[in-house]
Structures are given as C-alpha cells and as structure tokens.
C-alpha cells in the first residue's frame, strides 16, 4: 500500500521514493478525485493532475485508489507556530469536525488514537466504531413496527377490508394488523448502511475486527442502499437519546462528503472537506455560543438579498456567511475566508482582496449595516497576536466601518470563544455583559 499525505496546496511530484508518488498510482488517484462532488467543472477542483506531479487544492481529507492513498491535511496553525506536524493537523481537523457536527470526543478517546500512523479516514471510522460498539453492547434500539399479515389464527386486529377482498373464497387466513417490536427500523438501518460502508473502505486491521463485530451484531437488521435511506422516519426520544451523537457521525461518514465511486478499471473511496465550508460553520457554531443569552440572533447563510433589480425582479442574490441581528436590525455581517493573510512587511493590503472588501461594501449598503467583518484563520507567519483592523467604509471618519480579522482555530473551542467574545465586544458591546 502506497500511502503519501500533503498539505493543502502543496504538490508532490512523480517519482520512486518516499517523498513523489508512481505516476501510476498518481493516475488513479486523480481519477477519483475528479468524480468527487468538488472537482467542478474541469475536474481539478480537488487535485490539480498536472505533467509533473499533483497538486492539492483548499479540499482536505482522503482520496483512496486499489493500492494507494493521498491524505490532504489543512494547515492550521497557532500564534507563533512556524512548523506543525500531521499529527497536530489531524487532531485540529477532527477538533472542528466535532464542533460543527455536534460530536462529543473526549481526550480519553482522543489518546487512543493512531494518531502518527493512521489517516484522518481511519481515525474517524476508530471513532465512530468505539461508540457505536459501546452503544450496541447496551443493546439495539427498538420500537413497535405495524404488520400486516395473513395468518392462520388472528393477532392484533382484523384487516376487515382485506378479509373480505383477498379472502372472501379462503377464509382460512386472517388479514391481521398488529404491532410488533422490533429492531428492523430506521435507526438501525442507517447504523447497518454505515459499517457496511466502513467495511469496504477500512485499512487498519483493528477497525476491519470490530467492523466484522458490528456486522454481526446487524445481521437482522435489513440492509437498504444510502439513498434509500429514511432519515425522516428516525424518532429520537429520553429511551435513545444516547443515538443521537452516533446518529450525527454517521450522517458525517455516509454524506456526500464520503463517496464510493467506480468507473471502469478505476475503483476507490474518498472522504474530503472543503476548508472554506467547513471554517464557515466552525466560526458559526462559535459565534452563536459567544453571543448566547446576550439578545443578538446569528443566522448562518442567510440575507438573500438581491443586488440589482430589472422590472421588478432581483438579480444576483446574496448570501452571507453570517448576520448578526438584535430584533430587526442587522448590526454586523461577517464574511469568513479561508486564506492566508500575508505579513504587513510583505503587503501592505496583507493579501486581502480587493474583490473580497467590495463584496463586503456591497453587503453594508444591502443589508443597511455600518459594521462588516472580514475574518480569516491566524497562522505562524502573522504577529504573535491575532489582528484585529478597523477601516472606515468611503472616506476617513466614516461611521461604516470594515475589520480585518484573524482567529486562532487551535487549541480547545472554549478558547476560541473567547476570543470570538473579546473581537465581537469592540462592535457588539451587550455581548460583553452576556
């Protein structure tokens, strides 16, 4: 098994040893990349599959071909870090991963982990496998299913209608309608689809054991196809509330984000993440914990607002990253990027972009705001403390402002609420008293 892992944007070459890739196996591993749900139009969106080697994009997580892997790490760093190892990378992708699928793990789970030898794909299934394990051992949830049968004897209610229709000559069976508790239900199904899953993507030998253990243990529950899977019809109660987690793990490994894909000769897995998403949705599940109880409301991917409007109908919809609202009005949008900010020494636009602060003057005049916010990850090669820059929106004085800043995604979430607190308090200062 050739297994080679890169960071975000970064390109390994083609060649023999430890540090290129076969081009052989570079071949089938962008084939599967480019079936992903993010390669876009041209394909590439994922790995850009050049004459010299690949080159990763701002996808992250595993791209599996017959005999190779390519593990794309995110690079996330803190105040002052100038080099992080892949094993602090994969912890600080599970980390967000956990915070914006609502996954509880805890550092007990966390030190078990394989962390140097395994990939972000098998420290999840590891994960996923231990709880679901520990769940399973406490025994399956169940629920009373309705039937209806023809039977020798009645049991439940009689099927009067189907009597006297199916069964008007034979009226040996009875059209019966009773209720039955049983494991077969939606819950379980969905449990089912996702070890059967794992079971075809796991490469460490211990997750390929216990995958084999839960196997066995969903033998009798009926195996329906991902699609085909009845999300709506699973009913979380005080008796399985315990599901729920597990419930959100296995949306995360039988989503879009996880695919199996097969086209000729070329089979293979991939569980990628779009870094631009999924700090989007980290910095939302933070904002709305920082600003708990203090009366402003976060709204996520919300606005719709239209640009420009031609005989009464809107043009150009747009759609924030986040609005921040006390009653009716809007008192701060928050657009987050995941980019590199660049030193002020190198640039004194610190590499933001010029298309990016129109957007964000575009969403002050739409959304009649005076306060919008540029937010980007802090990283090694910035101040030691993350930048916070206000800038008046027009001409000097202005009342409309924009601000240029950076968080610290490393580290435990509470910390990073913190400072979400400390940086929204210079614009929303009721949040300080919250």
């Not at 970064?10 to 993010?38: K, L, N, W």
């Not at 747009?318 to 921040?324: A, E, F, G, R, S």
């Not at 913190?418 to 919250?434: C, D, F, G, H, S």
């Amino acid at each position: 098994m050739i297994r080679r892992t890169l960071r975000e944007w970064q390109r390994i070459g083609y060649g023999d040893d430890d540090r290129t890739i076969p081009p052989a196996e570079a071949d089938r591993i962008a084939a599967v990349a480019a079936r992903s749900s993010f390669a876009g139009r041209g394909g590439e969106g994922v790995l850009e599959h050049g004459r010299k080697g690949l080159r990763a994009r701002g996808v992250v997580g595993v791209i599996a071909a017959p005999d190779c892997q390519l593990e794309i790490l995110p690079k996330i760093e803190g105040l002052g870090e100038y080099e992080t190892t892949d094993e602090a990378l994969r912890r600080r992708l599970i980390h967000m991963l956990a915070v914006v699928h609502d996954l509880r793990i805890d550092a007990g789970s966390l030190a078990q982990l394989g962390w140097q030898k395994d990939t972000i794909l098998e420290l999840l299934i590891r994960l996923f496998c231990a709880r679901l394990m520990e769940a399973v051992r406490m025994g399956l949830p169940r629920r009373y299913v309705e039937h209806a049968d023809d039977l020798p004897a009645l049991r439940g209610r009689l099927d009067v209608t189907r009597q006297f229709s199916r069964h008007a000559v034979a009226p040996q069976k009875l059209a019966c309608r009773y209720d039955d508790l049983s494991s077969d239900i939606a819950l379980n199904q969905v449990m089912r689809a996702a070890v059967t899953r794992l079971q075809r993507v796991a490469q460490a030998p211990d997750n390929q054991r216990i995958l084999r253990e839960l196997g066995f243990a969903y033998a009798d529950v009926t195996e329906v196809p991902v699609p085909a899977l009845r999300w709506d019809h699973i009913i979380l109660d005080r008796t399985n509330q315990r599901w729920r987690e597990l419930l959100s793990f296995a949306r995360l490994l039988l989503g879009d984000r996880h695919q199996q894909t097969s086209a000729g000769a070329t089979d293979g897995h991939a569980l990628l993440f779009e870094m631009n998403a999924l700090f989007e949705q980290y910095v939302a599940r933070l904002v709305t914990r920082a600003l708990a109880g203090s009366g402003y409301r976060v709204a996520a991917q919300g606005g719709h607002r239209d640009c420009l409007f031609e005989a009464g109908t809107g043009r150009f919809r747009t759609k924030p990253d986040l609005i921040i609202r006390q009653g009716d009005r809007t008192v701060l949008v928050i657009d987050t990027k995941w980019k590199r900010m660049a030193p002020r020494i190198d640039d004194p636009k610190q590499g933001v972009s010029q298309a990016d602060v129109y957007q964000l003057m575009a969403y002050s005049q739409l959304y009649r705001c005076p306060e919008v916010m540029l937010l980007y990850p802090h990283h090694g090669d910035l101040p030691p403390e993350p930048i916070s820059t206000r800038y008046a929106i027009g001409s000097d004085g202005a009342e409309e402002t924009l601000q240029v800043a950076t968080l610290d995604v490393t580290g435990p979430a509470h910390a990073h609420i913190e400072a979400l607190k400390r940086l929204l308090a210079r614009t929303l200062p009721a949040a300080v008293a919250a």
